[in-house]
């Protein structure tokens, strides 16, 4: 698949068109507090609908509560193995790169600052932490899981965005698109997919490459439920590194918003992080991950911790080499990954559920191997030049 200038001028026109149709019809019959009020009982997999859900919210329910028919279960449970032994290091890509990445993109950076439930970086990252938890699950499209309801939450919540943008003349279509345009949802899989295996990669984490090839397929999955096109998503890495470069190159550029989204992201870190000796490596992380020519457009603080950082790659190496080595120790540091990350998110969450609600105002057993193979390390793919 090749992507051009035209190719992605035509995603930027393009919304969800079930999300949006059944969005539109609740904003009409006044019936979105009533959704949201009865969904917030509808958390798990095969939960009967409440009575009294507005029926074009029980059609779309019902449309998108499976997962896509192409799905292959075993690359899945691949996905699942690659992220219990990658956790910890998944969830810091996440925070310290993914999200600085939205802000690089000055329309995203505008979005998320005008939309008022996504402008707080604790609730943002609350939602995707648990949301990439709930995927992660061996259960996660079984009855019980909490996957499926989310994605079908998070599709609408991106919807109503779309729909309050637009009636309130707050987005200029013809110059930055649809909001949540297929264009920034394909670049938004890719942030959350390719560039989280890049800073893996920066990280000096041992990867395999059947292993990242897994967890970039467990997204595809996602943003096919999410609403995304499969027909204009990248199937591979390489074609997933020509997109995300074009994308970039077409839009990453300094803004105010992108810089006062950096700070809140940087001042929540640092307020997790016990004291304040150690507050700089949170900026200093930022940097090593998204560059100095990105980090500068966000405004990252310099600090003697940027030079400390660099070091961090060898330290994990060490980590990772008693883990390749030693079975005891790899559950030791299994387990240390998936408490720190618990930890994380539950300082995040502050011990409640994320609720994925329409804004009104603005299988366990595949027969997959339970090892990860490390004798062929991962490399990413090459950049690719602008055609």
Same mark, same amino acid.
């Given at each position: 698949?090749?992507?051009?200038?035209?190719?992605? #001028?035509?995603?930027?026109?393009?919304? #969800?068109?079930?999300?949006?149709?059944?969005?539109?019809?609740?904003?009409?019959? %006044?019936?979105?507090?009533?959704?949201?009020?009865?969904?917030?009982?509808?958390?798990?997999? @095969?939960?009967?609908?409440?009575?009294?859900?507005?029926?074009?919210?029980?059609?779309?329910? $019902?449309?998108?509560?499976?997962?896509?028919?192409?799905?292959?279960?075993?690359?899945?449970?691949?996905?699942?193995?690659? *992220? =219990?032994?990658?956790?910890?290091?998944?969830?810091?890509?996440?925070?310290?790169?993914?999200?600085?990445?939205?802000?690089?993109?000055?329309?995203?950076?505008?979005?998320?600052?005008?939309?008022?439930?996504?402008?707080?970086?604790?609730?943002?990252?609350?939602?995707? %932490?648990?949301?990439?938890?709930?995927?992660? $699950?061996?259960?996660? *499209?079984?009855?019980?899981?909490?996957? =499926?309801?989310?994605?079908?939450?998070?599709?609408?919540?991106?919807?109503?965005?779309?729909?309050?943008?637009?009636?309130?003349?707050?987005?200029? =279509?013809?110059?930055? %698109?649809?909001? +949540?345009?297929?264009? #920034?949802?394909?670049?938004?899989?890719? *942030? *959350?997919?390719?560039?989280?295996?890049?800073?893996?990669?920066?990280?000096?984490?041992?990867?395999?490459?059947?292993?990242?090839?897994?967890?970039?397929?467990?997204?595809?999955?996602?943003?096919?439920?999410?609403?995304?096109?499969?027909?204009?998503?990248?199937?591979?890495?390489?074609?997933?590194?020509?997109?995300?470069?074009?994308?970039?190159?077409?839009?990453?550029?300094?803004?105010?918003?992108?810089?006062?989204?950096?700070? $809140?992201?940087?001042?929540?870190?640092?307020?997790?992080?016990?004291?304040?000796?150690?507050?700089?490596?949170?900026?200093?992380? +930022?940097?090593?991950?998204? @560059?100095?020519?990105?980090?500068?457009?966000?405004?990252?603080?310099?600090?003697?911790?940027?030079?400390?950082?660099?070091?961090?790659?060898?330290?994990?190496?060490?980590?990772?080499? +008693?883990?390749?080595?030693?079975?005891?120790?790899?559950?030791?540091?299994?387990?240390?990954?998936?408490?720190?990350?618990?930890?994380?998110?539950?300082?995040?969450?502050?011990?409640?559920?994320?609720?994925?609600?329409?804004?009104?105002?603005?299988?366990?057993?595949? @027969?997959?191997?339970?090892?990860?193979?490390?004798?062929?390390?991962?490399?990413?793919?090459?950049?690719?030049?602008?055609?």
């Amino acid at each position: 698949m090749t992507y051009t200038e035209a190719s992605m #001028d035509a995603l930027r026109r393009a919304g #969800d068109e079930l999300a949006d149709a059944t969005v539109a019809t609740l904003f009409e019959r %006044g019936e979105v507090g009533k959704f949201n009020t009865l969904m917030r009982y509808v958390s798990t997999v @095969g939960a009967p609908l409440p009575d009294g859900l507005p029926d074009v919210a029980r059609e779309y329910l $019902q449309v998108t509560s499976t997962p896509p028919t192409w799905v292959d279960w075993g690359e899945m449970e691949r996905a699942r193995l690659f *992220f =219990i032994d990658n956790n910890v290091h998944i969830s810091t890509a996440l925070s310290f790169a993914s999200m600085p990445a939205c802000y690089v993109v000055p329309h995203v950076a505008q979005l998320l600052s005008a939309t008022h439930g996504l402008k707080y970086p604790s609730k943002r990252m609350a939602e995707t %932490g648990q949301f990439t938890v709930y995927l992660m $699950q061996p259960d996660a *499209f079984e009855a019980d899981s909490r996957f =499926i309801p989310a994605a079908q939450k998070v599709r609408l919540l991106h919807a109503s965005i779309r729909h309050h943008l637009k009636r309130e003349n707050r987005w200029d =279509i013809a110059t930055l %698109g649809t909001p +949540i345009c297929q264009e #920034d949802m394909i670049g938004g899989q890719m *942030f *959350f997919s390719l560039l989280v295996l890049d800073s893996l990669h920066r990280l000096g984490i041992h990867m395999s490459t059947e292993g990242a090839e897994a967890y970039y397929y467990a997204w595809r999955v996602v943003g096919a439920m999410l609403g995304i096109d499969q027909n204009a998503v990248p199937t591979t890495l390489d074609e997933a590194r020509q997109f995300l470069d074009l994308y970039m190159l077409r839009h990453m550029a300094p803004s105010d918003e992108g810089a006062h989204l950096t700070r $809140q992201l940087i001042d929540l870190y640092e307020e997790i992080v016990p004291g304040t000796f150690f507050d700089p490596i949170v900026s200093a992380l +930022i940097r090593h991950l998204v @560059g100095d020519t990105c980090a500068d457009w966000l405004q990252v603080p310099r600090s003697r911790w940027d030079t400390v950082v660099k070091a961090v790659p060898h330290l994990l190496g060490v980590l990772e080499t +008693i883990e390749d080595r030693s079975p005891l120790g790899a559950w030791a540091l299994d387990r240390l990954g998936h408490l720190t990350a618990v930890l994380e998110l539950s300082s995040l969450t502050r011990g409640r559920v994320m609720h994925y609600a329409i804004p009104e105002q603005l299988k366990k057993d595949f @027969g997959v191997e339970g090892t990860v193979s490390r004798t062929h390390r991962w490399t990413p793919p090459a950049a690719t030049v602008s055609p």
